[in-house]
């Protein structure tokens, strides 16, 4: 995958804490305009702290060290203090349960979104091109749970394109949903992303979805980043430990056993 | 061996679940595949009994309950002894108070048996499941999800089941744990002789462990072949959608289907 020069975001030697404990150790990462990368980790690598610090929320983690330059905006971590907004920078939650008010119908919320990300200068057709390209039809008065789940997904990631962003966070996007539905929804956003110059993050504890749609990945355990680097090399030859318990445990063996148990992951 | 034939469930004039019938013999594992809604944790609820069912028979163990069982008539719980229950999320199914090894135990106190045998019991189970007998003194918070899912796995196993029920019990955990403690099961069923009914939406481990795959769409079987069979010439074109969404995933790979089927892909 060709890399080009403009990085869309740059983060460098980010740290985070809560409370006496270090969560994060110095972070380095970056993305390419257009690019999409994933971070894959085990629970407790740090991957959700270090998004957290991403999107600008400093709870429960703050940010002690490092700076980002997002966007051509520089945020230097050892001063903010206070959540900041990042205009081009959108975020879809793992489960649609906790992107959706459960009680207040979907075009309500569709308003309330288009209302806060655009402002006042969106037009009206341009969000039914953002829902038809999604493959859906335009928030009504249904509740969400009158949607099936892979539609209130992509609804979510419609309303965050709804303000045009430079780089799209999937958290987990795989794990809420089943198959058929979760391949449905990676595969429209990400047409939809190359085609529109989007750069996509993908957080996720699974190599193979990974391997199967980032250009590069970064692998992350115990709030370090051990290895990023472009994904294909990265399963074929994995430098650190973790990357190559990884990289042999990607895929299930046939009635196959546990591989290299030279590191316990527990 | 467990043998149902056509199993039904309505709730409020709804069905749930219509004409479900299988056959899984000692030391095989079925996998039951579906999405969300196809009545997949239903029907491991009514086996084990906590929804009522029709049934036209059921036989567990050369336990013939098909006579009693008559068609049309409401069964109330099954019940099956020597059959127990893992579910998807470890932290949510043991009692945040008491400690692992009691948990575990609870099941032995009813036969009433010397607090010596069931510590031994406690032991040889979490020896089993692969774990450190010292865990049994610790709280369910302060063990890794992982460490949980062993202990429930041990809570099921002590009691000498004969069938053991899982619902989604890999998708609250990693993809590397997933693959140690899929590999424990697979141990534990090679030396006990365990049936193993497992509900999961994870198709690459269904073409690692399964012995049969069944398919659930709207309460209704829509395959149930041997897992060689699925994978390789699925019976149907939603079972190929779902074996092609999991290759799209990257959950399963290599050239599973012919590639005549590829053209159709949708996914």
């Not at chain 1, 985070?16 to 690019?35: F, K, P, Y």
């Not at chain 1, 979104?113 to 335009?138: I, Y």
């Not at chain 2, 090679?190 to 497992?198: A, D, G, H, R, V």
């Amino acid at each position: 995958m060709p890399i080009n020069c403009n990085p869309i975001l740059t983060l460098k030697n980010l740290s985070a804490r809560i409370g006496r404990q270090t969560i994060l150790h110095s972070v380095d990462l970056e993305i390419a305009d257009g690019e999409c990368v994933a971070i894959v980790g085990g629970s407790g690598a740090g991957k959700s702290t270090l998004l957290r610090c991403l999107l600008g929320v400093t709870r429960p983690a703050q940010p002690y060290a490092g700076h980002m330059i997002f966007d051509g905006v520089e945020t230097d971590f050892t001063q903010t203090t206070k959540t900041t907004k990042r205009p081009g920078l959108a975020y879809v939650p793992q489960n649609p349960d906790h992107g959706f008010d459960p009680l207040k119908r979907l075009a309500w919320q569709w308003r309330q979104g288009a209302r806060v990300v655009v402002g006042t200068s969106h037009e009206a057709a341009d969000e039914d091109k953002l829902v038809q390209d999604l493959g859906l039809r335009t928030p009504d008065r249904a509740f969400p749970y009158e949607w099936s789940r892979g539609m209130q997904q992509r609804l979510l990631v419609a309303m965050a394109l709804l303000g045009r962003p430079r780089l799209l966070v999937l958290d987990e996007p795989t794990s809420a949903l089943d198959p058929i539905i979760a391949a449905q929804v990676l595969e429209t956003v990400t047409t939809y992303a190359k085609s529109n110059g989007v750069a996509i993050l993908i957080v996720t504890h699974d190599l193979a979805l990974a391997v199967r749609h980032a250009s590069r990945t970064a692998i992350m355990s115990g709030g370090k980043i051990h290895e990023f680097g472009e994904t294909r090399q990265l399963i074929e030859d994995p430098q650190t430990p973790y990357g190559q318990l990884l990289a042999a445990n990607r895929l299930w063996c046939p009635q196959g056993d546990f591989i290299a148990p030279s590191m316990a992951a527990e | 061996m467990l043998n149902i034939q056509r199993l039904g469930l309505s709730i409020n004039g709804q069905t749930l679940l219509d004409d479900v019938s299988f056959t899984v013999e000692p030391g095989e594992t079925l996998c039951i595949v579906g999405e969300s809604g196809s009545g997949k944790t239903s029907l491991l609820k009514s086996i084990q009994g906590l929804m009522p069912a029709y049934f036209e028979g059921i036989s567990f163990q050369g336990d013939r309950q098909a006579e009693i069982r008559q068609k049309g008539q409401w069964r109330g719980p099954i019940g099956m002894p020597g059959s127990r229950w893992v579910m998807q999320d470890p932290i949510a199914a043991l009692n945040p108070k008491i400690p692992l090894g009691q948990s575990i135990s609870e099941s032995l106190y009813r036969r009433s048996m010397p607090k010596m045998d069931v510590d031994a019991a406690v032991r040889q189970a979490l020896l089993d499941v692969e774990l450190n007998p010292d865990v049994a003194t610790r709280l369910p918070s302060e063990v890794s999800m992982g460490q949980a899912q062993r202990a429930c796995l041990a809570r099921a196993l002590i009691a000498n089941p004969s069938l053991i029920l899982f619902d989604e019990p890999l998708s609250a955990l990693d993809a590397v744990v997933q693959k140690q403690i899929a590999a424990t099961m697979k141990r534990i069923q090679l030396k006990y002789e365990i049936m193993y009914l497992i509900v999961t939406h994870d198709l690459g481990f269904a073409s690692a462990y399964a012995d049969q795959v069944m398919v659930l769409k709207n309460g209704k079987v829509e395959a149930n072949q041997t897992a060689a069979d699925f994978f390789h010439d699925p019976a149907s074109p939603y079972c190929r959608d779902l074996v092609l969404a999991a290759r799209a995933l990257g959950s399963l790979s290599g050239p599973a289907i012919p590639s005549s089927y590829e053209r159709g892909a949708d996914v």
